[in-house]
Nanobody, 125 residues
Framework: QVQLVESGGGSVQAGGSLRLSCAAS????????MAWFRQAPGKEREGVAA???????SYADSVKDRFTISKDNAKNTLYLYMNSLKPEDTAMYYC???????????????????WGQGTQVTVSS
C-alpha cells in the first residue's frame, strides 16, 4: 500500500511559478517510479513528468524546459517545480506511484494503482 498526499497548488498569473509536493508513505522498501499527471475539465488525464527508480526523469513535450521533477528519498517526497506557467497548464494535478513499476510510469496511467487526491493549479492570462 502507498499513500500519496499532494500539496502546493494554487492560482498564479501566466509566467508565474509553483511547486507541488507529494508526500509518500506506506511502501518505502525500494525505489519505484513516481509521476505527476494532470486532468483539465473535459479532458483525459495526461502524464506530465515522471522519475524512475534510478532517478531518470521524463517529461511530456508540453512541459519540457518549464517543469522539473525531483524526489527527496530521505523525506519520501516528490516535487514538481513549474515555471513559465501558461493558462493551458490549468488542471488538477495528481501524484501517482506503484511499487511494481520501476520505470516508464509516465506512459502507464491505466496500470498505476496508487493516486493522490489531487491539487488544483489555475493559471490566469
Amino acid at each position: 500500500q502507498v499513500q500519496l498526499v499532494e500539496s502546493g497548488g494554487g492560482s498564479v498569473q501566466a509566467g508565474g511559478s509553483l511547486r507541488l509536493s507529494c508526500a509518500a508513505s506506506g511502501y518505502t522498501y525500494s525505489p519505484y517510479c513516481m509521476a505527476w499527471f494532470r486532468q483539465a475539465p473535459g479532458k483525459e488525464r495526461e502524464g506530465v513528468a515522471a522519475i524512475d527508480s534510478d532517478g531518470r526523469a521524463s517529461y511530456a513535450d508540453s512541459v519540457k524546459d518549464r517543469f522539473t521533477i525531483s524526489k527527496d528519498n530521505a523525506k519520501n517526497t516528490l516535487y514538481l517545480y513549474m515555471n513559465s506557467l501558461k493558462p493551458e497548464d490549468t488542471a488538477m494535478y495528481y501524484c501517482a506511484a506503484d511499487p511494481r513499476i520501476r520505470a516508464g510510469c509516465l506512459r502507464l496511467r491505466r496500470t498505476i494503482n496508487y493516486w493522490g487526491q489531487g491539487t488544483q493549479v489555475t493559471v490566469s492570462s
